[in-house]
Each structure stands twice: as structure tokens, then as C-alpha cells.
């Protein structure tokens, strides 16, 4: 079948409802959290517990959500005798007709398992960690990266990934002759965290790239170099 849009309505005969509209993003915009839009949803935890989400824009099932100021969440309550790991997120549930920010349970052993199906989409945001009895999380690890989305107008992009655990203390990685450092925008982060462009240098040895640290990446720390390529049309 056949289906396009959109025209003004003349007697009735041009229907459209909110799917219609948000279908439309549909391999255009992919589900994530724009990068470059208020905080990007940062999240933190304030002096008395509270999980503190920024500001910021996503799509999530083909739909928007936008947050204009910081939002607070109250950690669930923990458990008596376990550390408990849970995810601040954003879920869109096509039944309720609604998209939140919300924290979601784990368990002892990990972060929940996020649902993705017809009827709700989960994004996971941060982990925070809830110690036995503690009123308060512990701790909280951005998570982002896995979400992010790049929201360039009029550029094709195309994303590389290239993501290593450290098993021999290293002050360099590899990253191919794909990858042209003058014009393609590159991240890395270390453990989830974006790692400041002043602690490395990107270097060009004859066709083949490197990332150049400043300083000793120890084994058991993870590494995740981003690459996005623009092409023009």
C-alpha cells in the first residue's frame, strides 16, 4: 500500500492523526537523545538524594520529548541487606499516550533489562547505584553515549564505533585508515565518560590513525572511540 502526505483537507477528504505525523521521522531521526541540544539530559545527584535530570531533547518511538529545566526524581527505595543497581530512563508507552523520565529497578547482580516492543521503548540515561539501607544513591554513571543522536541538517553521516577493554597498559590506540581527522568529528571516552580533547592528539602516521594519550590507559579500563563522517551530497 501506498500512503503520502501532507495536504490541506478540502470537504473531509485528508484525514491525519498524531502517528501519521511522527511516522515521518521514521529513517530520518533515529530514537536517542540529541547531543547538542540544553544538557543533553545530564544527569546528577543533589546534597539530599534526589536524582537531577537537565534539560534536553529525544525521540523516542518516533515521537519527542523535550525537557526545559531540571527535573527531580526520587530514588526508589533500597533494599535491606543488597546493593541494587537502577537506570534512570526514558520510557514512551504507546498505551498510556505518554513519554517520561522515570527510574527503573534493577537488581543486585545489574541494571534492568530495557523494554523495546510495539507497545513502550525504554532509553537508559544513567545507573545509579543504592547501597544496603542508604537513603541515598552512592553513585551514578552517565551512560549517554549509547543513546546519542546528531541532529545535522542537510549532511549524511555515518558513524563508526570502535570500543576495546585494556589489557596491557597502553598510551595508544589504533583506529584504521578509515577515519580522516581533519574533517571527521571525534570523541573518546573512557569508561563512559567523554574524555577532554587536550588529552590526547589524533595523529595521521602515513594512512593509518592513533589516538595519542597524554598519559597511561591501565588494563580493565574501557575505551570507546567515536567517528562521525559527513558526506555531502
Same mark, same amino acid.
Given at each position: 500500500?501506498? +500512503?503520502?502526505?501532507?495536504?490541506?483537507?478540502?470537504?473531509?477528504?485528508?484525514?491525519? =492523526?498524531?502517528?501519521?505525523?511522527?511516522?515521518?521521522?521514521?529513517?530520518? %531521526?533515529?530514537?536517542?537523545?540529541?547531543?547538542?541540544?540544553?544538557?543533553?539530559?545530564? #544527569?546528577?545527584?543533589?546534597?539530599?538524594?534526589?536524582?537531577?535530570?537537565?534539560?534536553? +531533547? *529525544?525521540?523516542?518511538?518516533?515521537?519527542?520529548?523535550?525537557?526545559?529545566?531540571?527535573?527531580?526524581?526520587?530514588?526508589?527505595?533500597?533494599?535491606?541487606? #543488597?546493593? +541494587?543497581?537502577?537506570?534512570?530512563?526514558?520510557?514512551?508507552?504507546?498505551?498510556?499516550?505518554?513519554?517520561?523520565?522515570?527510574?527503573?529497578?534493577?537488581?543486585?547482580?545489574? *541494571?534492568?533489562?530495557?523494554?523495546?516492543? *510495539?507497545?513502550?521503548?525504554?532509553?537508559?540515561?544513567?545507573?545509579?547505584?543504592?547501597?544496603?539501607?542508604?537513603?541515598?544513591?552512592?553513585? %551514578?554513571?552517565?551512560?549517554?553515549?549509547?543513546?546519542? %543522536?546528531?541532529?545535522? %541538517?542537510?549532511?549524511?553521516?555515518?558513524?563508526? +564505533?570502535?570500543?576495546?577493554?585494556?589489557?596491557?597498559? #597502553? #598510551?595508544?590506540?589504533?583506529?584504521?585508515?578509515?577515519?580522516?581527522?581533519?574533517?571527521?568529528?571525534?570523541?573518546?571516552?573512557?569508561?563512559?565518560?567523554?574524555?577532554?580533547?587536550?588529552?590526547?592528539?589524533?595523529? =595521521?602516521?602515513?594512512?593509518?590513525?592513533?589516538?595519542?594519550?597524554?598519559?597511561?590507559?591501565?588494563?580493565?579500563?574501557?575505551?570507546?572511540?567515536?567517528?562521525?563522517?559527513?558526506? *555531502?551530497?
Amino acid at each position: 500500500m501506498i +500512503r503520502y502526505g501532507f495536504f490541506n483537507s478540502e470537504s473531509g477528504d485528508r484525514v491525519y =492523526n498524531a502517528d501519521d505525523f511522527s511516522n515521518f521521522f521514521e529513517g530520518v %531521526i533515529g530514537d536517542g537523545i540529541f547531543k547538542k541540544i540544553g544538557q543533553a539530559f545530564d #544527569t546528577s545527584i543533589s546534597s539530599d538524594g534526589k536524582i537531577i535530570v537537565g534539560s534536553g +531533547r *529525544a525521540m523516542v518511538k518516533n515521537k519527542w520529548i523535550e525537557n526545559t529545566a531540571n527535573e527531580s526524581l526520587d530514588p526508589l527505595p533500597p533494599e535491606e541487606s #543488597t546493593t +541494587r543497581f537502577d537506570s534512570v530512563i526514558l520510557r514512551c508507552d504507546m498505551v498510556s499516550r505518554l513519554i517520561e523520565l522515570a527510574i527503573k529497578k534493577g537488581s543486585a547482580a545489574s *541494571a534492568p533489562v530495557l523494554t523495546d516492543d *510495539a507497545q513502550m521503548k525504554e532509553i537508559r540515561i544513567a545507573n545509579i547505584t543504592m547501597a544496603a539501607g542508604a537513603k541515598k544513591p552512592v553513585h %551514578i554513571e552517565d551512560v549517554r553515549e549509547d543513546s546519542w %543522536i546528531h541532529p545535522l %541538517i542537510g549532511v549524511h553521516v555515518v558513524q563508526l +564505533r570502535k570500543e576495546v577493554t585494556i589489557s596491557d597498559a #597502553t #598510551t595508544s590506540i589504533t583506529l584504521g585508515n578509515k577515519v580522516d581527522p581533519e574533517a571527521d568529528s571525534i570523541d573518546v571516552y573512557i569508561n563512559g565518560m567523554l574524555l577532554a580533547k587536550s588529552a590526547y592528539t589524533v595523529n =595521521n602516521d602515513s594512512g593509518v590513525v592513533k589516538i595519542d594519550f597524554d598519559f597511561s590507559i591501565q588494563p580493565g579500563n574501557r575505551v570507546a572511540v567515536e567517528v562521525l563522517k559527513s558526506i *555531502a551530497d
